[in-house]
């Protein structure tokens, strides 16, 4: 392509496509794949094959499916209260073993078990419509997926709240009422420029970016940042603390 004389190249760069999207929607679709994966606080301690079909909780996301050929399997541990579980990305026709009878994974917290026949990363086996909101569902796919069978003590993610706004200044209703005040809070980061959740597709990749505050012990607000590549819903995540306060609360 001819550049004319004098002209400045970046002039000629594409435009990077920038999508935002309402925290409430981003936050009910969190509500629905919570509403789907009811975990049975009854069970036997340690691991076990989980009570819950974990396709229920991909069913909550319609941009997002399953490819060809694959299907998600999970166990779910058991203890005194608190639970946590591990879901894998497998082979339809692959035979789902009992925990005892599939090689655990050393060095990770509970040492979950892993059949032979399942991938290493189960987004590997999700596909999607291509849409920017499809993005955003995996990366909230993801999250909630990582979180199945968590109980008590083994929650975490769902301390946290989308964010749409500075919490701060918000009024402080539902999960946000234990915001401490302002003048409590140290910032790590720049306030955001852009609250709401988006997804931008520039150069040949795709960002899903999105804040969260979590009540939990310390208090935070933090700046997720999800990196794709077109046409794979598998990403690399980068997690900032934007900003703390000493309050906050514990399981």
């Given at each position: 392509?001819?550049?004319?004389?004098?002209?400045?190249?970046?002039d000629n760069l594409p435009m990077p496509n920038i999508k935002t999207f309402a925290a409430a929607d981003v936050q009910r679709l969190r509500e629905l794949a919570a509403e789907a994966a009811r975990i049975g606080e009854a069970g036997p301690d340690g691991w076990s094959k989980s009570d819950c079909d974990p396709m229920v909780i991909l069913a909550a996301f319609p941009s997002l499916r399953m490819k060809p050929g694959y299907v998600l399997r999970a166990y779910q541990f058991r203890s005194g209260g608190n639970g946590n579980g591990v879901v894998w990305a497998m082979h339809e026709n692959s035979v789902f073993p009992q925990p005892d009878d599939c090689p655990k994974i050393a060095g990770v917290f509970l040492e979950p078990?892993?059949?032979?026949?399942?991938?290493?990363?189960?987004m590997d086996a999700i596909d999607g419509?291509?849409?920017p909101w499809s993005y955003l569902s995996a990366s909230m796919f993801r999250r909630e997926i990582s979180e199945f069978g968590a109980m008590w003590h083994g929650c975490d993610w769902g301390s946290h709240t989308?964010?749409?706004?500075n919490p701060l200044r918000a009024k402080r209703t539902g999960t946000l009422e234990s915001v401490s005040p302002a003048g409590n809070w140290t910032w790590k980061?720049?306030?955001?420029?852009?609250?709401?959740?988006q997804v931008v597709e520039a150069d040949g990749a795709i960002k899903v970016t999105f804040h969260t505050y979590t009540g939990l012990c310390p208090e935070r607000i933090l700046r997720h940042t999800d990196s794709f590549t077109p046409g794979s819903y598998r990403f690399a995540n980068e997690g900032v603390e934007v900003a703390s306060a000493p309050g906050g609360y514990v399981y």
């Open positions: 392509m001819a550049i004319a004389v004098g002209s400045d190249p970046m078990p892993k059949p032979s026949d399942a991938l290493d990363d189960l419509d291509g849409s989308i964010l749409g706004g980061e720049p306030h955001p420029k852009e609250w709401k959740p």
